[in-house]
């Protein structure tokens, strides 16, 4: 009898060894799968927004130029024939804008990146909606929280205009392919400032995002996540394709005063977004 | 006369012995159903991962400008049969490179277009893995494929 009992608990030994490393194995797989399955859906609304932004030479955009650097996390807001949340009378243009948000006292979307779809009014169709507004006025003068990566549109919670879209996205960067000269640049040579804009001068813009899934940044605190995203240099012009993906993860290697397992689980991505000439 | 009657509570030998043979014959059932759990995983994650390549390669396709018939990102010249090589980070690498671990391979291939002056672009893209398994030889593990036309007009 000790000699089956004996075999019975060598038995469950292995059973439990085998289990936990399946486990060890399923749940890494996991987490891929996880950041894999956060970023498509992402990335697809970035596709459609950036297809559909407004080129006219009499509106204005709030993205990266030489005047308008923007260092960590960058910010861009557009306007986009994407539909967004109309509050009357629907018109086709919306402002799309994209940043993650960096207001660590109160927000439940710190360290997450969030979308604005503020669907706007034909114009003339209210007395207190704001529609298109045309060059000299800008995007980021009539609706500031554009240009801010923690301030909203509107102080009531539930009339707020930027949701959540990657929760677990924390690192948000962009650059360009130009189009006159087929390089990769942190902004087009004739971008001086945001009045010298045009967006045609763009062949893609090329969006690269670090993820971090839920299991994993349970490891990190907030201000262990806003440290991360000061490690995860900016583009510089004249990197080549994946250089930049290339330094973000060196630099996450170098990584020694945060948990292994948490850096482990960054994921970082990169997806080149066609500006059409229509 | 004082008589006492002893009761022994427990299990016989041959019951005990039973009982063990079930728990091991069912631990052994377990045993044999972990491998295919695992590999139903590692099949979904490969699927997965090979959808993520097959985007990222039909995004740069999309982006590459039309004046210019090389990619940007992954430099695949328009109607010329290219395959590569990622990663399971989804970075490409060569697979003679000792420190990469190749994971998938992307055939992407350019059937006969239509002529014509707004006629599309045809773009043929199949991931496969695992990675050094040439799939116009043999068959590979898993794939995953996708046709896309391109307005390069």
Excluded at chain 2, 95 to 101: E, I, L, R, S, V
């Amino acid at each position: 009898m000790l000699v089956a009992i004996s075999v019975l608990a060598l038995l469950v030994l292995l059973v439990t060894q085998l289990i936990n490393n399946a486990a060890s194995v399923t749940i890494l797989g996991n987490k891929r799968m996880d950041a894999d399955s956060h970023v498509r859906p992402l990335f697809e609304r970035m596709a459609l927004d950036f297809a559909q932004i407004v080129k006219r030479s009499d509106v204005s955009y709030y993205v990266k130029t030489a005047g308008t650097p923007m260092t960590g996390n960058d910010l861009v807001g557009f306007y986009s024939a994407a539909e967004g949340y109309y509050p009357t009378t629907p018109s086709p243009i919306s402002i799309v804008a994209y940043r993650v948000n960096s207001n660590s006292s109160s927000s439940v979307a710190y360290n997450c990146l969030e979308r604005m779809g503020k669907g706007l009014d034909w114009n003339g169709a209210s007395a207190t909606s704001i529609p298109v507004v045309f060059l000299p006025l800008t995007i980021h003068s009539t609706w500031p929280s554009v240009a801010s990566s923690s301030a909203y549109d509107d102080t009531d919670p539930t009339k707020r205009t930027y949701e959540i879209i990657g929760p677990q996205v924390f690192r948000f960067e962009y650059y360009y392919l130009e189009k006159t000269t087929g390089s990769l640049v942190a902004y087009p040579t004739a971008w001086a400032s945001l009045s010298t804009v045009a967006i045609k001068d763009a062949a893609a813009i090329v969006v690269a995002i670090a993820v971090i899934d839920p299991k994993s940044k349970v490891l990190l605190s907030n201000s262990q996540i806003a440290t991360l995203v000061g490690s995860l240099p900016d583009y510089a012009s004249g990197l080549g394709p994946g250089k930049l993906l290339a330094q973000w993860q060196s630099a996450l290697d170098s990584i020694t005063n945060m948990p292994r397992p948490a850096i482990s689980g960054i994921r970082l991505y990169e997806r080149y977004f066609y500006i059409s000439d229509q | 006369m004082n008589r006492r009657i002893h009761f022994f509570a427990g299990f016989s030998l041959v019951e005990v012995t039973l009982a063990l043979g079930v728990a091991a014959f069912c631990l052994i059932a377990l045993f044999g159903l972990l491998p295919l759990g695992v590999q139903t995983n590692q099949s979904s994650l490969s699927q997965t991962a090979a959808a993520s390549v097959l985007s990222s390669v039909v995004a740069d396709l999309r982006a590459t400008p039309k004046t210019s018939l090389t990619s940007p990102q992954y430099d695949i010249t328009f109607g010329t049969a290219k395959f590569l090589y990622f990663d399971g980070e989804g970075r490409v690498v060569t697979p003679t490179d000792p420190n990469a671990t190749p994971r998938y391979r992307i055939t992407i291939t350019f059937p006969a277009s239509p002529a014509g002056a707004f006629a599309p672009t045809f773009v043929s893209l199949k991931v496969t893995w695992p990675a050094l398994v040439d799939p116009a030889t043999t068959t590979p593990a898993g794939f995953v494929e996708t046709f896309v036309a391109f307005d390069r007009h």
